[in-house]
């Protein structure tokens, strides 16, 4: 009627939901959410204890292993703990026993030295390389590339005996330096072909925007290029430090005087004959995770890749 009258009407017809949700509330009974909403929140996310369930399981397996070791190293009776969770109690004799008697930090430092030298000098070489494979044009550039992947492929147990005499030639043997090269040796070619990835990931166009503003080449590649393939150069060094701080056979068979062994020859001592004994294992498993730990605490930061994301505007 009120249409017809030209009267207004008393209530607005937008007003028509909110009256009837007073009028609920009066009621005391509550408002009935639209469908959409009702729908909306019977689709809830599933419950985060599955997640932690997997995420614990994985961590407990992921650390039960370096947790055993631990506690088999203060374990006072370790050679007879059996499948024992916890350990019969805590000594630091194992340790004790391990460095003094053992001589293991003899064996440590000769470790260090090697694995450094072996850091260093493989980085550097094979971040030159790298620059040279992908930034210049020169003849026989994919064959270099190909033979650099195909050394790769060659099993390290069939190069013992030519490198044992070639080192034997040069008067290498029972050699810190001598090893160190070789470790240098079978680091390059992983070095080399993964480095090679970063460097071509570089824009040209920030190496021709430093050119024009006259910087040299040797400021270029400091100031510019090897901030950019930082993260490669960590990968790349972690890679060498594993291979020269864990391998075993070339060291066993080219160091011939105990002054000179490294710790995995330095770890086969507490093996007998008849006996092992398992305390001195490891405690000195332990004294050889322990530099690894800290050097990827040293280098973790920098494992990442994509630096160069948004470094030229498009």
């Given at each position: 009627m009120s249409a017809l009258t030209g009267t207004p009407s008393s209530t607005p017809p937008t007003a028509g939901r909110a009256g009837r949700t007073v009028a609920a509330s009066i009621d005391g009974s509550a408002p009935r959410p639209p469908q959409a909403l009702r729908v909306k929140a019977r689709k809830r996310p599933l419950p985060t204890a599955g997640k932690v369930v997997g995420i614990v399981a994985l961590l407990a397996f992921a650390l039960f292993p370096a947790y055993w070791m631990f506690s088999s190293a203060i374990d006072p009776e370790a050679a007879t703990r059996g499948a024992r969770i916890l350990p019969a109690g805590v000594t630091w004799d194992n340790f004790v026993t391990v460095i003094d008697d053992g001589g293991f930090g003899h064996y440590l430092r000769n470790s260090i030295v090697v694995a450094i030298g072996?850091?260093?000098?493989s980085s550097v070489l094979a971040l030159l390389a790298a620059v040279a494979v992908s930034r210049f044009?020169?003849?026989?550039?994919?064959?270099?590339?190909?033979?650099?992947?195909?050394?790769?492929?060659?099993?390290l147990e069939a190069l013992v005996i030519p490198l044992f005499l070639q080192m034997r030639t040069l008067g290498m043997l029972n050699?810190?330096?001598?090893?160190?090269?070789?470790?240098?040796?079978?680091?390059?070619?992983?070095?080399?072909?993964?480095?090679?990835?970063?460097?071509?990931?570089?824009?040209?166009?920030?190496?021709?925007?430093?050119?024009?503003?006259?910087?040299?080449?040797?400021?270029?590649?400091?100031k510019i290029l090897l901030p950019l393939v930082a993260p490669g150069v960590v990968a790349t060094s972690v890679f060498s430090f594993i291979t020269?701080?864990?391998?075993?056979?070339?060291?066993?068979?080219?160091?011939?005087?105990?002054?000179?062994?490294?710790?995995?020859?330095?770890?086969?001592?507490f093996f007998g004959e008849n006996t092992t004994d398992w305390g001195a294992v490891m405690a000195a498993s332990t004294l050889i995770t322990l530099p690894v730990i800290v050097f990827f605490v040293l280098v973790q930061r920098n494992l990442s890749s994509g630096l160069t994301a948004g470094s030229v505007k498009g």
């Open positions: 072996a850091v260093v000098f044009r020169f003849r026989f550039r994919k064959s270099i590339l190909v033979l650099v992947l195909m050394v790769q492929m060659v099993p050699s810190l330096l001598g090893l160190t090269i070789v470790y240098i040796a079978f680091s390059l070619s992983f070095a080399i072909w993964m480095l090679r990835g970063f460097v071509a990931a570089v824009p040209v166009e920030l190496e021709e925007a430093a050119y024009l503003d006259g910087a040299s080449w040797g400021r270029m590649f400091w020269a701080w864990n391998e075993f056979i070339f060291a066993l068979t080219f160091l011939q005087q105990s002054a000179k062994y490294t710790v995995p020859i330095g770890l086969q001592k």
